[in-house]
């Protein structure tokens, strides 16, 4: 037996990219889940969101409350075109409910829960930790700021 264990499983959906607009079938690597396993999760497939994504390196964006949809916003790159896109994970009732394609906006950031540590890397390196400290629409704010820096 290998002592190595699982860090992450992969979800799966078509998107259309936001930038070329080719149509695939999108793979990418979330650790959100409670016992990563290397599975391959389509909508609809049991998930369970891991007690506190914190751990697993995940930016806190707002509160969850119980019993309503989780979001949690994940990195995923075009096969075509190879640019960065971002996605939303979307678990109700212990399922994959929904995978979709977002663009980093306001709106994105405002509605998501938990987002990838990859956001952090739109920052200068070594100021993640003070955004945990920030206020939301702050924390918004300077992330808006780097990735439109980054898009220049
Ligand atoms: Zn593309």
């Given at each position: 037996m290998?002592?190595?264990?699982?860090?992450?499983d992969?979800?799966?959906?078509y998107f259309?990219?936001?930038?070329?607009?080719t149509?695939?079938?999108?793979?990418?690597?979330?650790?959100?889940?409670?016992r990563?396993?290397?599975?391959?999760?389509?909508?609809?497939?049991?998930?369970?969101?891991?007690?506190?994504?914190e751990?697993?390196?995940y930016?806190?964006?707002?509160?969850?409350q119980?019993g309503?949809?989780?979001?949690?916003?994940?990195?995923?790159?075009?096969?075509?075109?190879?640019?960065?896109?971002?996605?939303?994970?979307?678990v109700?009732d212990?399922?994959?409910?929904?995978?979709e394609r977002?663009?980093l906006?306001?709106?994105?950031?405002?509605?998501?829960h938990?987002?990838?540590?990859?956001?952090?890397?739109?920052?200068?390196?070594?100021?993640?930790?003070?955004?945990?400290?920030?206020?939301?629409?702050?924390?918004?704010d300077?992330?808006?700021?780097?990735?439109?820096?980054e898009a220049?």
């Amino acid at each position: 037996m290998s002592a190595a264990m699982a860090t992450f499983d992969e979800a799966r959906a078509y998107f259309l990219c936001g930038v070329c607009e080719t149509a695939q079938l999108a793979t990418f690597q979330t650790r959100v889940t409670a016992r990563p396993a290397m599975n391959v999760l389509d909508i609809g497939m049991p998930f369970e969101v891991t007690d506190d994504p914190e751990t697993r390196g995940y930016l806190k964006l707002r509160e969850h409350q119980a019993g309503t949809p989780i979001r949690i916003l994940e990195a995923w790159n075009c096969g075509a075109c190879g640019s960065a896109q971002w996605a939303w994970l979307v678990v109700e009732d212990h399922r994959l409910s929904d995978v979709e394609r977002r663009d980093l906006t306001r709106e994105t950031l405002a509605d998501t829960h938990y987002g990838t540590i990859q956001l952090y890397y739109l920052l200068p390196v070594g100021s993640g930790g003070e955004l945990d400290e920030l206020p939301l629409n702050d924390k918004i704010d300077r992330l808006l700021q780097a990735a439109a820096q980054e898009a220049q």
